[in-house]
């Protein structure tokens, strides 16, 4: 089993910028990819981004050039760096990890991002 908490959203300003963060803890050795998804009111769950173990990335298109995922292993943390927000970029974001035996996929409860024009 692994437990994902995720921490850093709020409210900020078109323009302005976060940063998410997510601990994991219990059978961490067993996970590969970690990564950020959303939801916005009425719509659904998308990826945000990816990133494996070894540091390879996937990004959204609606994100590419804006965001950036980085992962510690040493910590066992996926972080989620977020330049330039949007308005559209208001959501829930939820954290991912895949058990690399079982493919099981874990989600945190996840964190509200509220972008204000």
């Known amino acids: 089993q692994v437990q994902l908490v995720e921490s850093g959203g709020g409210l900020v300003q078109a323009g302005g910028s976060l940063r998410l963060s997510c601990a994991a803890s219990?059978?961490?050795?067993?996970?590969?990819?970690m990564g950020w998804y959303r939801q916005a009111p009425g719509k659904q769950r998308e990826l945000v981004a990816t990133?494996?173990?070894?540091?390879?990335?996937n990004y959204a298109d609606s994100v590419k050039g804006r965001f950036t995922i980085s992962r510690d292993n040493a910590k066992n943390a996926v972080y989620l760096q977020m330049n330039s927000l949007k308005p559209e970029d208001t959501a829930v974001y939820y954290c991912?990890?895949?058990?690399?035996?079982?493919?099981?996929?874990?989600w945190g409860k996840g964190t509200l991002v509220t972008v204000s024009s």
């Open positions: 990133i494996t173990r070894g540091g390879s990335t």
């Open positions: 991912n990890a895949v058990d690399r035996v079982t493919y099981m996929s874990y």
């Open positions: 219990g059978s961490v050795f067993r996970l590969n990819a």
